[in-house]
């Protein structure tokens, strides 16, 4: 190959993908893709075991098949006859077991029922839906807080366990902190009223709105005080579970008395987000790139690009140059390198080879050379010092080339731009 | 207590977490144990690439939502074999341009012992390629057959699904140094025989021309 159509072939090969994935990209929109069932079905069908059917076999399978038939009626009968049990999502928890809901370190999680009650996890709380019925559920909360909002009805009966505490409630708004390494117990009620028993009470304790419970199942020590002392402004309930539902900044669990001044396992107001909302990152890993360039064209792009961490926009930068959006990239890459000098280089790369894949070549030349200057050792030198040969040779700029070649082959004698660093060396 | 351990679940009831907010991994620790919803979630995530990387192969094909099927099936039975889940995109590029590659050579054998037998390779009751229309995408697929395997394989998955080199590496279960050298070596080929190709001169002529 001579080295003049070596310079141009990044270029070129990135045209010609460019080409294929658009004829892709029309495929995917004249065809839509068959749904998941197909695919599980053979997937299943792969790993059951061929069965070789007798005329017993087919005697017992038919047998069986019948009792099945009547037992499902059954089941399906008793379904109808009798109220459904609750159902629930829970939204920003990762799930360890079936039912047991652990709220990530940073974020908390929220459990929504279908009665419209809600439970909401400070970040690290864990807990288990031991049993939901027609009229309420059975909570374990293993560690953590949990801040519940339960929809007052007539017969509604939901528990909350924490160590060997129970707290009763029929409707109401509460926050309840469980320590299992010191047995501490706290429960704040900020509207209706709940019962607790259990560890050392003897007997059910009410705690009615604006009351503290507070007992120590190792000592034995328990007592009801109030929430607030006389003159003291009333803070902010802890989980304001209008703000959890519709605005970025979620429940800490922050408001929960903290007498014996442990620390509490909610995070900090502003390091708390929506429970419901996964993050930029979340979906970055899940692959949504669409997502993230949606919701920030719902937010409003400039807004973004100026007020979302620089974090964020390296993700909007990223799922944009994936989906295709490369007006928009370039403009999140350029807002990065003002927001954070830590990344202005790899942006700078970045943004050459945005520019070379649009076929900008002058443009992609200047962003590989203000690579080059801002990180002369940096993870994309290589590539920045080859993309600077070839664009430089391209657009006729042969003492830049030469330059860049020798600088490449000073550094990367054996990488895989070495034989065309040599071609426009050898070149008279 | 005593009375809430004792007392019936009806867990089984309850809607499950939503699959689409878990992460790579924690799908693929899911599928590993069995869990259907886990794969169909992978299916919704990656299936329409997966397709995409198979078309830029085999082209518009009769086979290719089959072939699609395929990638996660064998996905499904070597899920615990996956060394790093979290790469779970370049495993499923990876075993798509693989697949293709086996098909392309499938389909090559059956067209020798066809065209043996003096017979049209697509049979009468078969559907023909949509093969695109146009001539430069028709020229770049001739020319694409002309280049081997690996570095085939390697152009699609960098310049096509613009796959980083270390995710091309991942893809194609080499090191980063091979897969570099089979980026390299199938962009040369394939532009080199695009530079002869009239078809595709004139599109990659617009495009210097663009640059200026």
Not at chain 1, 204 to 217: L, P
Not at chain 2, 124 to 143: K, S, T, Y
């Amino acid at each position: 190959m001579k080295p003049s159509e070596h310079q141009h072939s990044e270029m070129q090969a990135r045209a010609l993908g460019a080409l294929l994935g658009e004829e892709a990209q029309e495929f995917a929109a004249e065809h839509p893709l068959p749904t998941a069932d197909a695919l599980l079905e053979r997937a299943w069908s792969g790993l059951a075991p061929r069965p070789t059917w007798h005329r017993t076999t087919w005697r017992i399978s038919g047998a069986l098949a019948a009792a099945a038939a009547v037992v499902l009626l059954s089941v399906w009968l008793l379904r109808m006859l009798s109220p459904a049990p609750l159902r629930y999502e829970a939204k920003g928890a990762s799930e360890t077991d079936q039912g047991t809901f652990v709220a990530r370190q940073v974020t908390p999680a929220r459990l929504e029922f279908s009665d419209g009650s809600a439970v909401v996890l400070s970040s690290g709380a864990k807990v288990q839906v031991r049993e939901t019925t027609p009229r309420g559920a059975t909570l374990l909360l293993d560690r953590g807080i949990a801040t519940s909002e339960i929809v007052h009805q007539p017969g509604a009966a939901w528990s909350l366990l924490a160590g060997t505490f129970s707290v009763r409630v029929v409707g109401t708004r509460f926050v309840t902190e469980w320590t299992p390494t010191s047995g501490r117990l706290r429960v704040e009620v900020l509207e209706g009223s709940v019962s607790v028993e259990g560890g050392p009470l003897s007997t059910q304790s009410v705690v009615r709105a604006g009351q503290r419970f507070h007992a120590d199942a190792r000592s034995g020590a328990w007592g009801v005080e109030a929430l607030h002392e006389p003159g003291e402004a009333a803070a902010a309930p802890s989980a304001d579970f209008a703000d959890v539902a519709s605005s970025a900044t979620a429940p800490t669990g922050g408001g929960l008395g903290n007498a014996s001044g442990a620390e509490t396992p909610a995070a900090s107001a502003d390091s708390v987000r929506l429970a419901s909302a996964p993050t930029w990152a979340d979906l970055m890993s899940r692959g949504d790139f669409k997502t993230i360039v949606s919701e920030a064209k719902r937010r409003g792009i400039d807004s973004c690009l100026t007020g979302c961490s620089p974090a964020d926009v390296r993700r909007l930068a990223d799922a944009a140059r994936y989906t295709g959006e490369y007006a928009l990239a370039e403009r999140a890459l350029v807002a990065l390198r003002g927001r954070s000098p830590g990344s202005a280089a790899v942006a700078s790369y970045l943004l050459g080879t945005l520019n070379e894949s649009r076929g900008r070549s002058g443009a992609a030349l200047r962003w590989y050379e203000t690579y080059l200057r801002e990180a002369p050792g940096g993870q994309f030198h290589a590539d920045a010092l080859l993309a600077r040969m070839r664009l430089s040779a391209a657009t006729g700029r042969h003492q830049a080339a030469r330059q860049a070649a020798r600088e490449y082959l000073a550094a990367h004698p054996n990488g895989v731009g070495a034989t065309a660093a040599r071609g426009i060396l050898d070149k008279p | 207590m005593v009375a809430i351990a004792s007392s019936k679940s009806t867990v089984a009831s309850v809607r499950p977490f939503p699959r689409a907010r878990l992460g790579d991994s924690e799908l693929v620790a899911e599928v590993r144990r069995g869990s259907p919803h886990a794969l169909r979630a992978i299916w919704e995530r990656y299936a329409e690439a997966v397709r995409a990387t198979l078309y830029s192969s085999l082209g518009g094909d009769p086979a290719i939502d089959d072939l699609t099927q395929e990638v996660f099936v064998s996905f499904f039975r070597r899920a615990a074999q996956l060394r790093d889940p979290s790469a779970l995109r370049s495993y499923l590029m990876g075993s798509a341009v693989r697949l293709a590659a086996v098909e392309k050579r499938s389909r090559a054998r059956r067209r020798r012992r066809l065209e043996a037998l003096a017979s049209d390779p697509w049979g009468p009751g078969e559907q023909r390629p949509n093969v695109a229309g146009r001539d430069a995408l028709r020229a770049l697929r001739a020319i694409l057959d002309n280049v081997s395997e690996r570095p085939r394989m390697a152009f699609i998955l960098r310049y096509v699904q613009d796959l980083t080199p270390p995710e091309v590496a991942v893809a194609l279960g080499v090191s980063e140094a091979t897969a570099k050298r089979a980026i390299a070596r199938g962009r040369e080929r394939v532009t080199l025989l695009a530079s002869r190709e009239p078809a595709l001169q004139s599109y990659l002529g617009r495009l210097g021309r663009d640059s200026e």
